[in-house]
């Protein structure tokens, strides 16, 4: 276990997460200079964030630095999860397998499909007229 700071990045759709975990700390989470509570309203964004420190029993042994870019506010949260979890797998390689196993380490690919050319969405087509 290491006393200095780990940095990790992680991602969600369009968002970007850059994530410091400062051990030694109280538990605070601060999100581009704003404290967790204030940034997201939702209390099931804040729960989600929160998932990677309580399942590895951290919530209080680290303060999270985080700035996030980019997306809408599912997005960032996602982004946040996977880069707090990548840097407490990057601290203690020992967790690495309990937070592969709950899904947090995998990036979640799925972002919104392109419109195509010829048609009003991404997969909806204009209505077809045989006669």
């Not at 951290?58 to 997306?71: E, I, Q, S």
């Amino acid at each position: 276990m290491s006393d200095t700071r780990v940095y990790a990045t992680g991602k969600r759709k369009t968002a970007v997460a850059r994530c410091w975990l400062v051990p030694g700390g109280t538990g605070q989470i601060y999100i581009n200079r704003r404290v967790a509570d204030t940034y997201f309203t939702r209390g099931t964004l804040l729960q989600m964030i929160r998932q990677p420190l309580s399942l590895t029993d951290n919530l209080d042994k680290f303060d999270v630095l985080a700035t996030v870019r980019g997306g809408g506010h599912t997005g960032q949260a996602g982004a946040l999860r996977h880069g707090i979890a990548k840097a407490l797998a990057e601290q203690n390689p020992e967790l690495h397998k309990a937070l592969k196993k709950a899904g947090f380490l995998t990036r979640d690919a799925r972002k919104k499909e392109r419109k195509k050319y010829g048609q009003p969405g991404a997969r909806a087509h204009y209505q077809y007229s045989k006669r």
